[in-house]
C-alpha cells in the first residue's frame, strides 16, 4: 500500500468581489483548493 502526499500546485490567482485575494491550488491527484487572503493573513475555505 502507498502512501499520498498532496502537492498544492497554485493554478490561479484572483480579486473576489470583495477585494479579497483568492488562491486556487491543485494536486495532480485532481483535489483542489482554494484559500482568500484577508489583511495579510490566509483563511482556508
Known sequence: ????VHVRQV???GV???GLL???S???CGAT???TYEAGS???E
Open 1 to 4: 500500500m502507498t502512501e499520498h
Open 11 to 13: 493554478q490561479g490567482l
Open 16 to 18: 473576489s468581489d470583495d
Open 22 to 24: 483568492v488562491e486556487e
Open 26 to 28: 491543485r494536486c495532480r
Open 33 to 35: 483548493w482554494t484559500r
Open 42 to 44: 490566509p483563511e482556508q
